[in-house]
């Protein structure tokens, strides 16, 4: 069992819970036999992966309560006595277990690690998905660092990428180390590129895509551009591209990050004409550009099956140690998927358009 749970739910730049609400995470009543005990103590035998260290840190923030009140770790825990912890997050359904799933760790200190994410792994439990996941694995990857929880909120994931998206992602270690890099991440610090197929032939040689996001009201799983001021939920994006390579019928763009928002790249680049290749939701996983030959066809589809998923790559990743303060840069290769992706359209494009 844990004290707190991973508030899986997309929260709002402005959106921060009032200080009176706080949610019931667990509740014990004290057994008619039981002896006097320090609460700290009774919690660590009942609840048993959980350090007397972190009870004692819960009730010097006022988290442990006993008949409603809070309590301090040296209260004594008598029969009948309803013993409640409670917490500023909704309680999650959601329990994040120590899993073996290997994964490409970049760089790794007391502070923070740095993961080059496989395509196909999902970031974090939710519907669907309950285990398997990137913080499964980073459970597992700290299971005996004892000042690690991952169903602590306050630790974890610094921001997210998409299951099918692959590339760097940063995972704070420390409650201190989170809130350092969450402050760059919000103030829009941090620096970030992804390399991106996108289907067509992309006019100009480098470029700015802005536009509000918000969910798109006929497919609840997409968002979509609207006019500024239209949607009152959507958020202000910022993308600018350069193109790296040019296939004739698909082009290899690198995206800057200005903004971070949901599905921000894939949302833009469609938005401009030029949806992602193999982007199922935004459908990018037909022939959007190109000829009707029979040939064309089979190269699309043998294109599909190497890669399929989106082929988006979250390639470079800057930011501020939250610890030393020193500006750290980090680059990742890009996955055997995308590779072979690339190689295929450049051979396809040297062969049958002479470019």
């Known amino acids: 069992m844990k004290l707190e749970e991973e508030y899986l739910e997309e929260i709002e730049d402005d959106e921060v819970v009032p200080e009176q609400e706080l949610f019931e995470h667990y509740r014990f009543v004290v057994d008619k036999g039981q002896s006097m005990m320090r609460i700290d103590k009774y919690l660590v035998n009942i609840m048993a992966s959980i350090s007397r260290n972190r009870i004692q840190e819960a009730a010097d923030a006022g988290n442990i309560r006993v008949n409603e009140k809070p309590v301090k770790s040296s209260y004594r825990v008598k029969p009948g006595d309803v013993i409640t912890i409670v917490l500023a997050y909704p309680p999650s359904e959601y329990i994040i277990v120590p899993q073996d799933i290997p994964i490409d760790i970049v760089y790794e200190d007391d502070d923070i690690i740095l993961v080059n994410k496989q395509p196909g792994l999902v970031v974090h439990p939710g519907f669907g998905n309950y285990d398997g996941t990137l913080l499964n694995a980073i459970a597992y990857h700290l299971r005996d660092n ?36 969450g402050k760059q991440f919000f ?3 941090t620096k970030r590129r992804y390399y991106a197929l996108v289907w067509g032939n992309v006019k100009d040689d480098e470029g700015t895509i802005t536009g509000d996001l918000a969910r798109d009201p006929s497919d609840r799983m997409r968002f979509t551009v609207f006019p500024e001021g239209e949607n009152p939920y959507a958020k202000f994006a910022i993308t600018h591209y350069k193109v790296l390579e040019r296939f004739g019928y698909a082009t290899l763009v690198e995206c800057r990050l200005e903004t971070g928002r949901t599905h921000q790249i894939r949302v833009h680049m469609k938005h401009i004409g030029h949806t992602l290749f193999n982007d199922e939701r935004y459908g990018g996983n037909v022939i959007l550009k190109g000829t009707s030959s029979a040939y064309y066809k ?4 043998n294109c599909f099956y190497i890669c399929p998923r989106q082929a988006l790559h979250a390639k470079t990743l800057g930011f501020v140690h939250p610890r030393t303060q020193e500006y750290m840069d980090f680059e ?24």
Do not use: C
């Open 146 to 181: 004892k000042d690690f929880d991952p169903n602590d909120s306050r630790l974890g994931l610094v921001h997210r990428i998409d299951k099918d998206t692959s590339g760097l992602l940063l995972i704070a270690k420390t409650e201190e180390a989170k809130q350092h890099l």
């Open 187 to 189: 103030e829009k610090t």
């Open 298 to 301: 089979l190269f699309v589809k």
């Open 332 to 355: 990742s290769e890009i996955p055997e998927d995308f590779h072979k992706l690339i190689d295929m359209w450049r051979e396809y494009a040297q062969t049958h358009l002479n470019l």
